[in-house]
């Protein structure tokens, strides 16, 4: 399986990187990173610490897309819209990780998906797909009580709530026949009042180092459960990444989940 790596130079790039250079089955075929990234040029396995890789960081998508087979994008939304115009013009199966992105790129993705395999995840985790789906059930299940989505990431993360915590919200509102947008309040502010009846409540922290955690609270007369996903290293996004790359390759033209890679098993 040879990959092209959009945002190979970042945190979650690099972890695939190393990963991948550890997979026998699996090759870097191509890193790419905006044009006037800094290490444009540089010997990939350089900047991830490993040997040399005799792959050198680039810019050309198009040339880039040439030497693979399957595309991975652990970038941001703004390099996302020069993929897409590469991959317009040469279509690849393609695991996109990017969070934030607006209706416009979703369209994008969306039509190509009519040429080729699109696999769209916000999480590539296979717990929290896991947590996804559980979390729906018991909102159908619990239908009277009420949900509250926590999730936490590091610092640096640029946009709030994270993409993981509004499928999650996604998911809940479909069970229980609500519109996400209408039904979800963000956070609270002195002097909102008592909470409202069928609200999703989220709420997103940031700081430190902290890899990404959700937990969602199903609370009831008297009772309340709890449904949690710690993520303890970046290094289970890269496994997921590989893992809906080698599936991706495999598949007619269409729109993709996490949930289709992982089967009927958990499947509603």
Not at 146 to 172: F, N, Q, R, Y
Not at 190 to 211: F, L, M
Request: aromatic share 2%; net charge negative; proline share 5%.
């Amino acid at each position: 399986m040879k990959i092209v790596l959009q945002g190979a130079c970042g945190r979650m790039g690099l972890q695939v990187v190393r990963l991948a250079a550890a997979t026998p089955d699996v090759e870097l075929a191509a890193a790419l990173e905006h044009p006037d990234h800094p290490l444009i040029g540089r010997d990939l396995g350089q900047v991830a610490s490993i040997e040399p890789l005799g792959v050198a960081v680039e810019a050309d998508a198009a040339a880039a897309l040439e030497r693979g087979d399957v595309v991975i994008d652990f970038s941001i939304p703004a390099a996302a819209a020069g993929l897409l115009d590469a991959l317009e013009a040469s279509p690849r199966p393609s695991v996109v990780a990017v969070t934030g992105l607006d209706d416009d790129l979703r369209a994008r993705w969306a039509a190509l998906a009519g040429r080729t395999a699109v696999l769209l995840a916000s999480n590539l985790s296979l717990g929290a797909a896991a947590l996804r789906l559980v979390a729906a059930h018991a909102a159908r299940a619990l239908a009277d009580f009420d949900v509250e989505i926590i999730e936490a990431h590091h610092a640096g993360k640029a946009d709030a709530p994270s993409g993981t915590a509004l499928d999650i919200v996604s998911e809940i509102a479909a069970a229980r026949g609500l519109d996400p947008a209408g039904a979800t309040v963000h956070g609270r502010r002195p002097g909102e009042g008592p909470r409202r009846a069928g609200c999703i409540g989220v709420h997103a922290v940031r700081g430190g180092t902290v890899a990404g955690e959700h937990e969602v609270l199903l609370l009831g007369e008297h009772e309340r459960l709890s449904l949690r996903h710690s993520a303890e290293s970046r290094e289970i996004f890269a496994r997921g990444a590989l893992t809906a790359a080698r599936w991706i390759t495999g598949q007619s033209p269409g729109l993709y989940r996490m949930d289709d890679v992982l089967g009927p098993a958990l499947s509603p």
